[in-house]
């Protein structure tokens, strides 16, 4: 662990051989931008900013871009961390809307059905959130990237096919409600990687005996690194553009 945070430092005394040899960059992903577009657009700026034509570029754990908050882009070297990273709990802040389902379980597709509320209260929440505790099996969203007989979900979805994804193993090692107000509620998990909030919102709305759908998402924190921590896209860029090339 000393040796990753020694790689999170980031500041105005790097060079591109720093990066070139491996960095592990905290990014608070913008909403609208697919972690691609993050990867991409740092391996750009690291060619405009700093010459550097050629580097390796990955991230530690696919945010949706409806999502927004830590985003681990790892470079050169560091990228032999990629999987340690991912193995990581993360925590997230979730924006649960009660009352309407969609397909993808978030805002990327329309309202498909809509379920009554009013029996839904702050003690029924809380007492529900507290039996997701633990491990369980969870299943997918069909709108996802797991591919079925080799085909990403999400493109058999898209057809209006609905593929059978197989349930996995999750562990839900905290929740806290941390506001709520009929039909939204914000939600804090702390949970295990490959764990799906877009399910855990259809699934909490199933278990209110009514319908849910995931309408934020903020990932806080992965492992002990704190989104607080992370730049911007801007600020990144507007530091390479500010350092010394080599």
Same mark, same amino acid.
């Given at each position: $662990? ?10 105005? *005394? ?71 990273? $991912?193995? $990581? ?22 309202? *498909? ?134």
């Amino acid at each position: $662990m000393e040796e990753l945070v020694e790689n999170l430092k980031v500041n105005a *005394d790097c060079t591109a051989e720093d990066f070139k040899e491996g960095r592990v960059l905290l990014i608070n992903k913008p909403l609208g931008w697919s972690s691609f577009d993050v990867v991409n657009k740092i391996r750009i700026s690291f060619r405009q900013h700093l010459g550097i034509k050629k580097i390796k570029v990955g991230h530690a754990g696919t945010l949706d871009p409806l999502a927004t908050g830590l985003l681990l882009i790892c470079t050169g070297k560091a990228t032999k961390q990629i999987d340690r990273l $991912m193995g $990581m709990d993360k925590e997230y802040v979730a924006e649960v809307t009660f009352g309407a389902t969609t397909p993808s379980y978030d805002l990327e597709t329309e309202v *498909d059905a809509t379920f009554d509320t009013t029996h839904i209260d702050r003690a029924l929440l809380e007492e529900n959130l507290a039996g997701f505790l633990g491990k369980q099996l969870q299943a997918p969203p069909v709108f996802s990237a797991i591919k079925k007989d080799g085909r990403k979900s999400y493109e058999l979805a898209r057809k209006g096919k609905t593929p059978e994804l197989e349930k996995r193993e999750v562990h839900f090692l905290e929740l806290e409600l941390l506001h709520f107000e009929p039909p939204k509620a914000r939600v804090r998990l702390l949970c295990s990687k490959g764990t799906y909030i877009r399910s855990f919102a259809h699934d909490l709305g199933r278990a209110l005996n009514s319908g849910a759908h995931l309408s934020a998402l903020e990932r806080s924190a992965i492992g002990p690194i704190r989104n607080e921590d992370a730049l911007s896209v801007d600020d990144f860029i507007k530091l390479l553009a500010e350092l010394q090339t080599i």
